[in-house]
């Protein structure tokens, strides 16, 4: 995973998680209780990720959604024990044909337009051309993730292959994330990269400049302190 922020911008890329070697998302209607579910594992997961992030040192910036829109997207392809062990881990407790198009909603959801703010959600798949894959799978990533199927020659230009893969990425987060897949790690036996790139964009809810104050008092569970922007800047780590 990849990030980077500027004042109110964020964008997020996720390399397709699996870099496997030998439209339009769909808006159909989704039962609330499947939307509630497939809330509940996502938070799940995100707690579970954050309990073994959190004890790095250092600022910790991740995106749990784009990791688990990626996953499931590979999950739509996996069988067995492989299957089993990512329903577990990323808490799907939906069966298959209802976590699919639950997942889709909340992408459309998220790619709607709002007032206030920018967000903006894209996936794809890069298949080297000349694998066959089945067209159950590449209609459901088309139906349900909106996602493009990129024919692409990995076995003889990988090189050439990351540079299209991290255009993509940059067009999709504004040109904020230039180079997810770094020199050497595509090579000719991958046959598979799935993408998942987030955009967002909003304002402050503070919007001061140079004016407020700093409290000497100490403060109490559901009180507020006003703070300056220069001491916020000093502050931060």
């Not at 990323?90 to 992408?107: E, K, N």
């Not at 990988?158 to 504004?174: C, L, S």
């Not at 790139?197 to 700093?214: E, L, N, P």
Request: hydrophobic share 40%; net charge neutral.
């Amino acid at each position: 995973m990849n990030f980077a922020c500027r004042r109110g911008e964020v964008a997020v890329a996720v390399l397709g998680v699996l870099i496997c070697s030998v439209g339009l998302v769909a808006q159909t209607a989704v039962p609330a209780a499947d939307q509630a579910a497939l809330s509940q594992g996502n938070n799940a997961f995100a707690v579970d990720l954050y309990s073994h992030l959190r004890a790095r040192p250092g600022n910790l910036f991740f995106s749990p959604q784009s990791i688990s829109t990626a996953f499931a997207m590979a999950y739509a392809g996996a069988r067995g024990q492989t299957a089993a062990q990512m329903q577990q881990v990323f808490h799907f407790t939906l069966p298959p044909d209802q976590l699919h198009p639950a997942t889709g909603a909340l992408l459309a959801s998220m790619n709607e337009a709002h007032p206030d703010y920018e967000l903006r959600v894209a996936d794809a798949l890069w298949a080297e051309q000349d694998e066959q894959f089945l067209p159950s799978f590449t209609k459901l990533m088309h139906d349900d993730y909106g996602a493009a199927f990129h024919p692409v020659d990995f076995e003889h230009a990988p090189e050439a292959v990351r540079g299209t893969i991290n255009r993509w990425v940059a067009q999709e987060t504004n040109n904020r994330i230039r180079n997810l897949i770094g020199p050497g790690v595509l090579q000719p036996s991958t046959r598979l990269v799935l993408t998942n790139a987030i955009y967002f964009k909003g304002t402050w809810q503070d919007h001061s400049r140079g004016h407020g104050r700093i409290s000497s008092s100490p403060t109490r569970p559901g009180t507020r302190t006003s703070i300056s922007p220069a001491d916020r800047r000093q502050r931060r780590p």
